[in-house]
């Protein structure tokens, strides 16, 4: 990363302050043989090693603004390092991106300015990635399963719309490549399993004017 990289600004660790809004912390909790947990006010605020109490807090001890800000950027630095070995193994999504670093135990703070950092530089960008899935999976899948997937990616309802906009979706396709899945053949599968076809590919999200269409235009090829 570029150590002459843009120097971001964020809010305050929701904590308590004493006059002069330095940072109080309340008590240090060890969360297993490497780090720990700091509270500030009773609520949990981020997590250190424990090579780094000593240096920068203890329990009652009232951080300086300076000795804060130094603090503030080690674990900026930290979450940016934590957030590109994470796109190393894969893409992500804002949404996970947040999550992750949640889990990871970093205050919402540096989350938010870490997010910031990412989408400048294009390395979390929503669109990009609903419009990678839609290209991959967009020949299987019902529109219903697109959405549904990368909603539940944190993607916004209007990125999703606009790629599958611009992407034209082909359920027609999407059908015919699981009816060949299926190994459906029109004139030879027998009613009962094309009744389970049907209900299959309907569980998927396609409309039965859609299903009925494409098995139609099978059947009048033969004829």
Known sequence: ???NRKSYSWQRVNCSYEKGLYMRIERVESLDKR????????????????????????????LEERTERELLDLLSRRAHERALNLLKVQDRTEGEMCRRLF????????????IG????????????????????????KSQAELKLYLQRK???????????EETEH???????????????????TAPEEEKKIIAYLMR????????????????????
């Open 1 to 3: 990363m570029n150590s």
């Open 35 to 62: 780090k720990c947990k700091v509270f500030t006010d009773e609520d949990f605020a981020f997590l250190l090693y424990n090579g780094e109490l000593e240096k920068y807090v203890c329990e009652g001890a009232v």
């Open 103 to 114: 889990q990871d135990g970093y205050p919402d703070s540096i989350v938010q300015e870490t």
């Open 117 to 140: 950092f990412l989408q400048e530089y294009h390395f979390v960008d929503d669109a990009r990635y609903a419009a990678n899935y839609l290209q991959v999976h967009g020949k299987r």
């Open 154 to 164: 944190g993607i916004s309802r209007e990125i999703i719309r606009e790629q599958l």
């Open 170 to 188: 082909d359920s027609g396709e999407a059908i015919r490549v699981l009816l060949e899945k299926k190994h459906y053949k029109a004139g030879e």
């Open 204 to 223: 998927r999200g396609f409309s039965w004017e859609d299903i009925r269409r494409e098995m139609k235009e099978q059947e009048d090829a033969l004829s």
